[in-house]
């Protein structure tokens, strides 16, 4: 049974920091990237940060230089590490799963940014 188990979230004020985490388990096919998805109240779901197998990020602009996404391919986990958040950050934050047949998502978190 695949799973992805997110946690983390929370309510934090603005400016402060956030650390999301996202364990897999259950895939059998090699997961050739990671990923942080946000779906803020009455919008679409958005990609906010991606990483590799190999390693290579890339980022929302709205999130370049305050969010970071690590991996530790031995704990099967990813994380989003959230700096200078802001109130427009609040969201339910989702980890997916990519192999190259399929993809997996995680059931969410919610981040809330208010003071």
């Known amino acids: 049974q695949v799973r992805l188990v997110e946690s983390g979230g929370g309510l934090v004020q603005p400016g402060g920091s956030l650390r999301l985490s996202c364990t897999v388990s259950?895939?059998?096919?090699?997961?050739?990237?990671m990923g942080w998805y946000r779906q803020p109240p009455g919008n679409q779901r958005e990609l906010v940060a991606r990483?590799?197998?190999?390693?290579?990020?890339r980022y929302a602009n709205s999130v370049e230089g305050r969010f970071t996404i690590s991996k530790d391919n031995k704990e099967n986990t990813v994380y989003l590490q959230m700096n200078a958040v802001k109130p427009e950050d609040t969201a339910v934050y989702y980890c997916?799963?990519?192999?190259?047949?399929?993809?997996?998502w995680g059931q969410g978190t919610q981040v809330t940014v208010s003071s």
């Open positions: 990483i590799t197998s190999a390693g290579m990020s």
């Open positions: 259950g895939i059998s096919r090699a997961i050739d990237a």
């Open positions: 997916r799963a990519q192999t190259d047949m399929s993809y997996y």
